[in-house]
């Protein structure tokens, strides 16, 4: 669908966290609607992003050259299952894969932090999807420095304060984002970004309603205990982390209809400007078509 088409248009760039500069998470509203009037009108540009990036996945999976890596952090009840769900509702689900970063068993303790996430890459032609990543270790690990002690740091930092392992992690993860992006790997990051009074009401919610109450767990009222400590790191961790290369989209999401339409607005933008081409068909596609066509038409 062209830009001209639409009745909408979102200007991701007030989404972005700049690189190099200081960021103010306090500044980012939540309940931004950035001009979209209601449900019904982050419905229908939903729609249309979702069609427009089906699209632009069928040219990702056909050219095969390039694949896409994109990220979700956000605390409890910020919406980061619904906004996969219904942003991917359109894609082709073999040219997907998600994966869910929970907190790491023995074995991969013994690894560095991003062993993980590196088996989980996307192949050529595809998208990966990280539900949480490895920023959980510049995130609830630094909220939670005790998680440390079943980790292995490196022994250089033996001793040191937890701000020169914090300030090590930050730069590991942008050479590793920067290593992703010069192999054909487009890194897209979304801080989903809710307020305190919203995530109460959803919290409410689940517990109000029986079909919903699976999704609660005591650990969420716990770490909502650390709202204050979590505002502080993630805002740290977006500035220092929001790079050229991978910058950071940060995302208002009290407003579910409107994150999930502006998500799909960016990651189909973000796979147009790759410039991609359908696949050259090969000499003997090329020397056999008319016999193939003339077959068929018999």
């Given at each position: 669908m062209s830009e001209e088409s639409k009745r909408h248009a979102f200007e991701s760039?007030?989404?972005?966290?700049?690189?190099?500069?200081?960021?103010?998470?306090?500044?980012?509203?939540?309940?931004?609607?950035?001009?979209?009037?209601?449900?019904?009108?982050?419905?229908?540009?939903?729609?249309?992003?979702?069609?427009?990036?089906?699209?632009a996945q069928e040219l990702l999976w056909a050219n095969g050259s390039r694949s896409v890596l994109i990220i979700f952090q956000a605390l409890d009840a910020a919406g980061k299952d619904g906004s996969i769900k219904h942003v991917m509702s359109g894609v082709n689900p073999q040219g997907v894969d998600v994966s869910s970063?929970?907190?790491?068993?023995?074995?991969?303790?013994?690894?560095?932090?991003?062993?993980?996430?590196?088996?989980?890459?996307?192949?050529?032609g595809r998208i990966a999807i990280f539900n949480r990543s490895y920023y959980e270790e510049v995130l609830v690990v630094r909220v939670h420095?005790?998680?440390?002690?079943?980790q292995v740091t490196p022994s250089r930092l033996?001793?040191?304060?937890?701000?020169?392992?914090?300030?090590?992690?930050?730069?590991?993860?942008?050479?590793f984002e920067q290593q992703?992006?010069?192999?054909?790997?487009?890194?897209?990051?979304?801080?989903?970004?809710?307020?305190?009074?919203?995530?109460?009401?959803?919290?409410?919610?689940?517990?109000?309603?029986?079909?919903?109450?699976?999704?609660?767990?005591?650990?969420?009222?716990?770490?909502?205990?650390?709202?204050?400590?979590?505002?502080?790191?993630?805002?740290e961790m977006l500035?220092?982390?929001?790079?050229?290369?991978?910058?950071w989209y940060v995302i208002p999401a009290d407003h579910k209809w409107y994150a999930r339409a502006?998500?799909?607005?960016?990651?189909a933008r973000r796979i147009g400007e790759l410039g991609l081409e359908p696949p050259q068909a090969t000499e003997e596609q090329e020397e056999n078509r008319e016999k193939w066509k003339k077959a068929l038409e018999e």
């Open positions: 760039g007030r989404f972005i966290v700049k690189p190099g500069k200081k960021f103010d998470l306090s500044k980012r509203d939540p309940g931004d609607t950035g001009g979209l009037e209601n449900k019904a009108a982050g419905k229908e540009a939903l729609e249309n992003d979702v069609s427009d990036l089906a699209a970063f929970k907190a790491p068993n023995s074995e991969e303790l013994k690894h560095h932090f991003l062993w993980r996430p590196m088996q989980k890459l996307p192949a050529r420095p005790e998680f440390l002690d079943a033996d001793g040191e304060p937890f701000k020169k392992l914090w300030a090590a992690r930050f730069d590991e993860i942008n050479r992703l992006v010069e192999n054909d790997i487009t890194v897209i990051k979304f801080f989903l970004n809710v307020s305190k009074e919203e995530q109460r009401e959803r919290f409410l919610d689940r517990l109000n309603e029986p079909g919903k109450l699976w999704k609660f767990s005591g650990a969420d009222l716990k770490e909502r205990g650390y709202w204050d400590e979590y505002q502080k790191v993630y805002e500035e220092a982390t929001s790079t050229k290369e991978a910058p502006s998500i799909a607005d960016i990651v």
